[in-house]
């Protein structure tokens, strides 16, 4: 009973205060410029600085930024999609990096449709060739800008399915200016393809339905890795390293702060501050010595 008491005493003051000692260690957080990573992201920053550390945040694609991982530049990396998406820029750094820490599970890109286009007509990515559906359907595909790999895999489907001789284009557009479009799309119940991801904001509603891939370009899931170099562990105190090997997430949880901050207009670290006092047990796990 005394246990619980303090693991809970612990857990509010971790969430509500900072540490009382300065700390002179800064810690480089690198992610990827996605909404899901920069949700990610922002639960380590809160992790590292109720810890005591200074944390700084960089951004930018996977391979500069496992480059500056290998040189010390950033002390942590948010995140590599391993074996498939992230494979031809890890493949490099495989023997110089470590990876930390498995912190999610089904990590994907996919096609998915509206729920409200009927399954019986359009059930996989072949269909869209099929000639009624080209007649009622956008055969422009827009894509968010931010998240470069789905962008490519995208261009990589409409080769495969041929859906570029049956006239389908891509577009990419900045963030708010493609959920924007997605919504409009939604609300006038128009049939249109975009590509996603889960962990994706819309994961929190049921608005969409994946189309199968039966051509398996898409490849299988992925997990999420927190990536760090030789000298990751050495920085950062012993304690604190094991909290991070213990930072289990969900697709659905990642999903989740996102939405938040879309929905309130919040960055992300309100977000996911929000999100870990709304999962205290969650939390208590993770900074429990247990």
């Given at each position: 009973?005394?246990?619980?008491?303090?693991?809970?005493?612990?857990?509010?003051l971790?969430?509500?205060?900072?540490?009382?000692?300065?700390?002179?260690?800064?810690i480089k957080?690198?992610?990827?410029?996605?909404a899901?990573?920069?949700?990610?992201a922002?639960?380590?920053?809160i992790?590292?600085?109720?810890?005591?550390?200074?944390?700084?945040?960089?951004?930018?694609?996977?391979?500069?930024?496992?480059?500056?991982?290998?040189?010390?530049?950033?002390?942590?990396?948010?995140t590599?999609?391993?074996?498939?998406?992230?494979?031809?820029?890890?493949?490099d750094?495989?023997?110089?990096?470590?990876?930390?820490?498995?912190?999610?599970?089904?990590?994907?890109?996919?096609?998915?449709?509206?729920?409200?286009i009927?399954?019986?007509?359009?059930?996989?990515i072949?269909?869209?060739?099929k000639?009624?559906?080209?007649?009622?359907?956008?055969?422009?595909?827009?894509?968010?800008?931010?998240?470069?790999?789905?962008?490519?895999?995208?261009?990589?489907?409409?080769?495969?399915?041929?859906?570029?001789?049956?006239?389908?284009?891509?577009?990419?557009?900045?963030?708010?200016?493609?959920?924007?479009?997605i919504?409009?799309?939604?609300?006038?119940?128009?049939?249109f393809?975009?590509?996603?991801?889960?962990?994706?904001?819309?994961?929190?509603?049921?608005?969409?339905?994946?189309?199968?891939?039966?051509?398996n370009?898409?490849?299988v899931?992925?997990?999420?890795?927190?990536?760090?170099?030789?000298?990751?562990s050495?920085?950062?105190?012993?304690?604190?390293?094991?909290?991070?090997?213990?930072?289990?997430?969900?697709?659905q949880?990642?999903a989740?702060?996102?939405?938040?901050?879309?929905d309130?207009?919040?960055p992300?670290?309100?977000?996911?501050?929000?999100?870990?006092?709304?999962?205290?047990?969650?939390?208590?796990y993770?900074?429990?010595?247990?």
């Open positions: 009973m005394f246990k619980h008491v303090v693991s809970k005493l612990l857990l509010i971790f969430l509500t205060t900072g540490s009382q000692f300065a700390s002179a260690v800064s957080i690198g992610f990827n410029d996605t899901y990573d920069e949700a990610t922002a639960l380590f920053k992790v590292f600085e109720r810890s005591g550390y200074n944390v700084n945040q960089i951004k930018g694609d996977p391979g500069p930024l496992l480059d500056m991982l290998e040189q010390g530049e950033i002390d942590v990396y948010v590599a999609w391993l074996p498939n998406t992230h494979a031809s820029e890890f493949v750094f495989e023997d110089t990096l470590k990876l930390i820490t498995p912190l999610y599970d089904g990590a994907q890109s996919y096609f998915a449709v509206p729920r409200y009927p399954k019986k007509h359009l059930a996989t072949d269909d869209l060739a000639a009624d559906i080209k007649e009622k359907i956008d055969s422009a595909i827009v894509t968010d800008k931010r998240t470069r790999a789905t962008s490519k895999q995208t261009e990589d489907v409409l080769s495969a399915y041929g859906l570029n001789e049956s006239g389908y284009t891509v577009e990419a557009l900045e963030s708010a200016e493609w959920l924007a479009a919504e409009s799309k939604l609300e006038e119940k128009q049939w393809v975009i590509p996603l991801t889960k962990p994706h904001l819309f994961d929190t509603t049921k608005k969409f339905r994946r189309l199968k891939d039966t051509k370009v898409f490849k899931k992925d997990t999420a890795w927190l990536v760090g170099n030789k000298k990751t050495k920085k950062i105190a012993d304690h604190i390293y094991q909290i991070l090997t213990k930072m289990e997430l969900s697709t949880w990642i989740e702060i996102e939405r938040m901050a879309h309130e207009n919040w992300y670290y309100v977000a996911a501050r929000v999100w870990m006092a709304e999962h205290p047990y969650t939390v208590e993770w900074i429990s010595g247990e």
